[in-house]
Nanobody
Framework: QVQLVESGGGSVEAGESLRLSCTGS????????IGWFRQAPGKDSEGLACSAINGGKVVGESVKGRFAISRDEFKDTVFLQTNNLKPEDTAVYYC????????????????WGQGTQVTVSS
């Protein structure tokens, strides 16, 4: 069964960092653009970043300068480095894909994992 699996979330204080990881089951992430989005209670989902298979990267304006996306090709893992976290970053974070080689417009992904919770206290 094809799955995306997120990990690395947790509870931190404002100003701290977390590195979120995305791995695949029955899927090779190296063949697809992979990205991250988040969902906070009562809010619309928000696209955060995407890594295309040609090395191109997209980072959303709301988190640019604090979040970064990267890949470890050997481990077939996609990371989201989140720095200087703020309470408003509290959400469930998902990795997703639309199965293409390029990042989807508006970072709108069609398939995602179960998510990992990030909670930031002030």
């Amino acid at each position: 069964q094809v799955q995306l699996v997120e990990s690395g979330g947790g509870s931190v204080e404002a100003g701290e960092s977390l590195r979120l990881s995305c791995t695949g089951s029955e899927v090779d992430l190296r063949d697809h653009a992979i990205g991250w989005f988040r969902q906070a209670p009562g809010k619309d989902s928000e696209g955060l970043a995407c890594s295309a298979i040609n090395g191109g990267k997209v980072v959303g304006e709301s988190v640019k300068g604090r979040f970064a996306i990267s890949r470890d090709e050997f481990k077939d893992t996609v990371f989201l480095q989140t720095n200087n976290l703020k309470p408003e970053d509290t959400a469930v974070y998902y990795c997703g894909t639309s199965w293409g080689r390029r990042c989807p417009s508006n970072l709108d992904f069609h398939f995602w994992g179960q998510g990992t919770q990030v909670t930031v206290s002030s």
